[in-house]
């Protein structure tokens, strides 16, 4: 039995997220009245924090990972004294309201990562977990715990059936993350109803064969002495993940408790009336909080702020003693790039040898990551392919293994696309890091819905993509990306940069470190390119320029990556037909977008035709050109050079679309694309 001011904080917390949904009309009651103690026990009981210094460094980090359930995650915040008012419960699922329908890591504070789609909150779990053993073994010193903290999570049937989950706490096991704790809401209803339609696997064991230490509650909903037992061993544990698994009953203390009708509909008036008084409350009202329940937790908030003043002055004796990892600390956790960053990007000129672009990648990363400590991250199990590993890096596993350790920064996802990218949101949520995740580009497509978090969320995580196009050849259309960057570049406060040259990869680079509230995703080829006459970085961070300035062009030629050196030798195969063409590198649209229209009008000047090139879709280009060559189908399975010839992408096709494009506009008046008024 819970003592009584607890049956009382839980009763509180199911009966306002009640109210909560009820007067949005919308919303989930259920889970979060079956996950109350669970909520109360953690944010009561175990969690580290101050709710007036909601970024404290070393605060406990909380997860829903089944989002849906976010009346709970609100009404906690405000108990625990964080800026959300019995107001702001009252706007739930309104517009501009800090309660959204799912939380929102830029909208709410305390809420950690934007989770709803299910499985990301306990993959981004995984992520903030490795982030401070990470962050904890670089800084901490004896008698100096700079960074402790654990990461909790609650999590649902839907997080378990979702692929990307099981990707995740495979890897979390592997690591021997001990400061990752997970509360398993084993409720057994989902929205089609009862789990044994489609889910009746043995959870415990499942994750016992990742490697997690495991416990079963079998009572949820009353055992409250129970479950404050479980998480204290799981704290003990340190060199395993923990799973509670917690038997609960959806939608405890309603007359449809336990079915799928409480799951995804608010509850009615009369049932929210019935439940009031089932728990000892006035029917009558709704949004209280008993004096007694507001009483606990404010002395709860003191006891974190209390906390933070205690943290506070053992980092200034920290600082004292070692200053100079103090203000590295600081700089990491403020967001700041190094100084010297710029100064040691590489520079390339037209007389060096041609080289692939992911190898040019390879290069900067050797000479960036000293000098950036905070970049983090790795392949999925294609380090050969995408030449991510630096010198002088080491991997990020347990000591244990013998394969590295905690301060390593090289991590091995292993064939996990979509775990990757979730894993890497969660470590950019920690804050002090750029993480990188690797793979063809092709399968950045297994990893879109953690990809889309990362732009929704205004994450930095940066996606280094080889093997960009057909020129991959060999392997053919199933690992050849023809609609991919067209996804990507679909995909709101996304920055895609497909870098022509060594120039522009240390652009597009220095473009993917500056942008702080964006991902990027860098596409890389593996066919070897030359270093362009007129490329520079300042110029890649226009995102599109004229290789040679022409005033008077009778075409223009665009094209990114691997297809700007095409283009050059196309527009020289035009200038003996006596046709003058401009060629533009466009490394990215995104950038190219945000620049002034005067500039725009100087790279794609009023009444000059244009004619994109790149070998992928050509979706998309109508915004920058009148014409363009590229794909409409899948790729094929032959060498690069061939797939160029079999699709039309030579200079010399480019050239023969050069003309016939020329001669058209003779006749036409050419559109104006760029700075058009609608």
């Known amino acids: 039995m819970a003592p009584q001011i607890d049956t009382v904080a839980i009763n509180t917390i199911r009966a306002l997220a009640a109210d909560v949904v009820r007067k949005a009309n919308s919303g989930h009651p259920g889970a979060p009245m079956g996950c109350a103690p669970m909520a109360h026990a953690l944010f009561s009981k175990f969690m580290k924090y101050n709710p007036k210094n909601p970024k404290w460094a070393t605060r406990d980090r909380f997860v829903l990972s089944n989002g849906h359930g976010c009346a709970l995650h609100y009404v906690m915040l405000h108990l625990a004294g964080y800026n959300v008012t019995i107001d702001d419960l009252k706007t739930f699922r309104q517009l501009d309201s800090v309660c959204p329908g799912h939380p929102e890591n830029f909208m709410t504070e305390g809420i950690e990562v934007t989770t709803g789609p299910l499985g990301q909150g306990i993959s981004n779990a995984v992520g903030l977990a490795i982030a401070e053993a990470h962050l904890a073994a670089t800084f901490n010193r004896d008698g100096f715990p700079i960074i402790d903290n654990h990461t909790y999570v609650i999590m649902g049937d839907g997080c378990l059936q979702e692929g990307v989950a099981a990707e995740a706490v495979s890897l979390a096991g592997h690591l021997k993350l001990g400061k990752l704790i997970a509360l398993y809401d084993d409720n057994h209803i989902q929205i089609d109803g009862d789990t044994n339609l489609g889910f009746t696997e043995d959870v415990i064991m499942r994750f016992e064969s990742y490697g997690w230490h495991t416990l079963i509650l079998e009572d949820g909903d009353n055992d409250f002495e129970g479950l404050v037992k479980a998480i204290e061993e799981a704290k003990k544990v340190t060199e395993k993940p923990t799973l509670i698994k917690i038997r609960t009953t959806i939608g405890y203390g309603s007359k449809n408790e336990g079915t799928e009708k409480v799951h995804g509909a608010p509850l009615s008036a009369e049932d929210i009336a019935q439940v009031k008084s089932k728990f000892g409350f006035n029917p009558e009202e709704s949004f209280a909080v008993a004096a007694e329940v507001t009483d606990l937790y404010s ?41 010297q960053l710029q100064e040691a990007l590489p520079r390339y000129t037209p007389s060096d040898p041609a080289v692939a672009t992911r190898k040019l990648s390879e290069t900067l990363l050797n000479k960036v990551a000293d000098i950036l400590p905070e970049l983090i991250g790795g392949s999925a199990d294609l380090t ?34 979509h775990g990757m990218a979730a894993i890497c949101n969660g470590i950019t949520a920690y804050g002090g890091f750029i993480p990188f995740g690797s793979t063809f580009l092709n399968f950045i497509s297994y990893a879109v819905g953690a990809t889309r978090l990362s732009a929704l969320s205004h994450f930095r995580v940066v996606y280094i993509m ?9 392997d053919g259309p199933t690992h050849q990306p023809v609609e991919t960057l067209a996804h990507l570049r679909a995909t709101p406060n996304t920055l895609v940069l497909r870098p022509a040259d060594g120039n522009e990869v240390s652009g597009a680079y220095l473009a993917a470190f500056q942008n702080s509230t964006r991902p990027s995703v860098l596409a890389l080829t593996r066919q070897n390119l030359p270093h362009l006459e007129g490329s520079s970085i300042e110029n890649t961070l226009k995102g599109a320029y004229p290789l040679k300035q022409i005033e008077k062009a009778d075409l223009i030629l665009v094209a990114t990556g691997s297809e700007v050196s095409i283009c050059v030798e196309a527009s020289e195969k035009l200038a003996e037909q006596g046709v003058i063409a401009s060629v533009v590198s466009m490394p990215s649209m995104e950038l190219f977008d945000e620049q002034e229209l005067a500039y725009k009008k100087t790279v794609f000047p009023d009444g000059v035709p244009v004619i994109s090139a790149e070998a992928m879709t050509t979706f998309g280009w109508q915004k920058y050109a009148h014409a363009s060559v590229g794909l409409t189908t899948f790729g094929a399975s032959a060498p690069c050079e061939e797939l160029y010839k079999k699709f039309g992408i030579t200079p010399t096709d480019i050239a023969n679309k050069g003309i016939q494009v020329v001669e058209y506009y003779k006749s036409q008046s050419v559109p104006v694309l760029v700075g058009k008024p609608f």
Do not use: C, M
């Not at 080889?466 to 060999?474: F, Y």
């Open 299 to 339: 002395k709860i908030g003191e006891n974190g702020a209390q906390q933070n003043l205690e943290w506070d002055s053992l980092f200034e004796k920290y600082a004292s003693q070692y200053p100079e990892l103090a203000s590295e600390f600081k700089r990491r956790l403020a967001g700041e790039l190094p100084q």
């Open 384 to 417: 050969g392919s995408n030449l991510t590993r630096w010198k002088s890096a080491v991997d990020f596993q347990h000591e244990s293994t013998g394969l590295g350790n905690y301060g390593g920064r090289y991590i091995r996802f292993g064939v996990r696309e």
């Open 466 to 474: 080889t093997h960009d196009s057909i020129g991959l050849g060999e």
